[in-house]
């Protein structure tokens, strides 16, 4: 592994930056009395965050004193832990992410209702014989692509002789029936891709509306 990639790996700015690493204490009202009547004997004064240098001052200064203990001083102290700032992302990225995240759970809503709504449960795509079909069209449609150039190949490497009733050389030959193959099979080509891909747009569905119980009140009436 490379120094780039290893320091790529180590690079974790995308993810976020703490831009302040400190830890802050907000001292609660115990521990503000506290450093507030020995603010003579302390290097610091009552402030609205305490540093951990503060901390372990007040630790050590604790120790000196009996009957007070810094776990019970520091009881209703709140702990200010540093911030992750995550850089925002990018607003195209984030509205592409939404509509594949809206096109997934439509594609998961239609699965799931698929047994009960009536317009997605005919749905051609889904039926062994529609894939059938489209493998069956395929398959014809390379066949034919098949024999259409080498026919092409044959009359350029034949054809064109008879016609013209002049013997060429094998060389010429060759090259004629590579051209012709070409051209027919450049053709043949877009047509194909065309037919493959009409053939897969599948056809939407519309059920016949049923008519209404009066209607065929009257007919039965009738």
């Known amino acids: 592994m490379d120094n780039e990639s290893i320091e790529q790996e180590q690079d974790r700015s995308h993810l976020g930056v703490i831009t302040d690493p400190t830890v802050k204490i907000k001292p609660g009202d115990k521990l503000q009395d506290f450093i507030q009547s020995h603010s003579n004997d302390l290097s610091f004064q009552i402030k609205t965050y305490l540093s951990i240098g503060d901390i372990k001052e007040l630790y050590k200064f604790v120790k000196m004193k009996e009957g007070v203990y810094l776990n019970e001083l520091i009881q209703g102290s709140d702990i200010i832990l540093p911030k992750l700032e995550i850089p925002t992302r990018n607003p195209e990225l984030e509205k592409r992410i939404q509509k594949l995240k809206k096109s997934l759970a439509q594609k998961e809503y239609d699965r799931m209702t698929r047994n009960v709504n009536l317009t997605s449960r005919y749905k051609p795509e889904d039926s062994i014989g529609y894939q059938l079909k489209q493998m069956n069209s395929g398959l014809i449609g390379v066949f034919q692509f098949v024999v259409t150039v080498g026919a ?21 030959k060759l090259l004629l029936g590579i051209i012709c193959a070409l051209t027919v099979a450049c053709a043949e080509l877009y047509f194909l891709l065309r037919t493959l ?16 119980s009066s209607f065929t009140k009257k007919l039965k009436s009738s």
Do not use: Y
């Open 152 to 172: 092409a190949f044959l009359f350029g490497f034949m054809g064109i002789e008879v016609f013209a009733s002049v013997q060429f050389e094998l060389a010429v």
């Open 197 to 212: 891909d009409f053939a897969e747009t599948p056809k939407e569905f519309h059920p016949q509306p049923q008519p209404s």
